[in-house]
């Protein structure tokens, strides 16, 4: 297990919700995909991209506590599986929300390669190869 990957992992996720994503952090190729329920559209490429993502997802939601990352699996230098989680207040309705969805990121000389977002962990694991 890479424990730096699982630090570029946190540091990704500090900088979407300070809404920025700093261009060493990602692969010049850096893509980011998601669950349509999340936010619909991408793939999102780039730095701006993540941000664009923020935007759609993380903005919709005031008074919220931070993205949390739950480490699952990781292996070598190769991927994280994580549970991300965000909290607050629907910014129109102002009822009270919790969205919950799987994370893998997956790692290439030491930057973020992709970030895929699925609606529950056994999607995640099966796209990093590992039994759901």
């Known amino acids: 297990m890479s424990q730096e990957n699982v630090e570029l992992a946190h540091r990704f996720s500090d900088a979407l919700n300070a809404r920025e994503v700093p261009d060493d952090l990602l692969a010049p190729d850096f893509v980011l995909t998601n669950?349509?329920?999340i936010v619909s559209g991408g793939p999102f490429h780039g730095a701006a991209g993540a941000l664009?993502?923020?935007r759609e997802s993380l903005d919709l939601i005031e008074e919220k506590r931070p993205l949390i990352i739950?480490?699952?699996a990781a292996?070598?230098?190769d991927?994280?599986?994580a549970m991300t989680a965000v909290e607050g207040t629907?910014?129109?309705?102002?009822i009270p929300v919790l969205f919950r969805w799987a994370t893998a990121m997956w790692f290439?000389?030491?930057r973020i390669t992709r970030v895929?977002?699925?609606l529950d962990l056994s999607e995640a694991l099966e796209a990093v190869g590992l039994e759901g």
Do not use: K, N, P
């Not at 629907?90 to 102002?94: E, F, I």
């Open 70 to 72: 739950e480490r699952i």
């Open 79 to 81: 991927f994280v599986v």
């Open 116 to 118: 895929a977002g699925f």
């Open 108 to 110: 290439a000389d030491g």
């Open 52 to 54: 664009e993502w923020a």
């Open 35 to 37: 669950a349509e329920t």
């Open 90 to 94: 629907a910014r129109l309705s102002r």
């Open 75 to 77: 292996h070598a230098d």
